[in-house]
């Protein structure tokens, strides 16, 4: 717990752009984050910034044991932690997330039923949040869920179009407090978890 703080917060001093926040999120916003990506059912997680791997594992514990969660991380020191979670259904990939679309396809996933992201939006050039968006939105089954917990609501602004309006919670225990916006994309989800 120590030493994940400790290599969050060199992340942070390295890149403060991409890390967006001195230390991983609490224990409230795992618990508030997976709870509004309800992924019991779902076949296919993505999970966007894993960072140390706490809302990770929360996912992992969540989801069914045939599920698949797949988290795209930009940090190498991040993706050198997290590919230390023994799980045989987590597969973790250094790289954008705006490649979601392209990562699913070459795993032979169509789809995701959910997507949680904890990448900052607010911080990163407008092209980018646009594009991963776009990806986000192409990426998810019918009736699928995007889940973002963020400082700022830029992401909104970006979402809006294809997703609408998101629903709002607001996670105080926290540094720096959150929301979390969760949209739904339109469509009924799929009856199987894709398995
Ligand atoms: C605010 S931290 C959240 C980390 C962790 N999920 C948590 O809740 O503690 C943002 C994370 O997004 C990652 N990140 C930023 N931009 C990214 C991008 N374009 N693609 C993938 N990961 C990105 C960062 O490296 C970092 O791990």
Not at 1 to 27: E, K
Not at 176 to 186: C, E, G
């Amino acid at each position: 717990m120590l030493h994940d703080n400790r290599t969050f917060l060199r992340a942070f001093l390295r890149s403060p752009q991409v890390v967006a926040s001195v230390i991983p999120s609490s224990s409230f916003v795992e618990r508030r984050v997976v709870r509004a990506a309800d992924v019991s059912r779902a076949g296919v997680v993505v999970e966007l910034g894993g960072g140390v791997g706490g809302i990770t594992r929360s996912l992992l514990q969540a989801m069914g044991p045939q599920a698949r969660l797949l988290v795209i991380e930009r940090t190498d020191r991040f993706v050198e932690v997290l590919k230390r979670i023994d799980d045989s259904r987590i597969e973790i990939v250094h790289g954008c997330a705006s490649s979601i679309v392209a990562q699913l396809a070459r795993r032979k996933r169509p789809a995701a039923d959910a997507v949680v992201s904890g990448i900052p939006f607010s911080t990163m050039p407008k092209a980018l949040g646009a594009e991963i968006i776009s990806a986000v939105h192409d990426a998810l089954a019918p009736g699928g869920r995007f889940v973002a917990y963020q400082l700022s609501d830029r992401v909104v602004r970006y979402a809006r179009p294809l997703l609408g309006e998101p629903a709002i919670e607001y996670e105080f225990r926290n540094v720096p407090p959150l929301r979390i916006f969760t949209w739904h994309k339109a469509g009924s989800p799929r009856k199987s978890n894709g398995i």
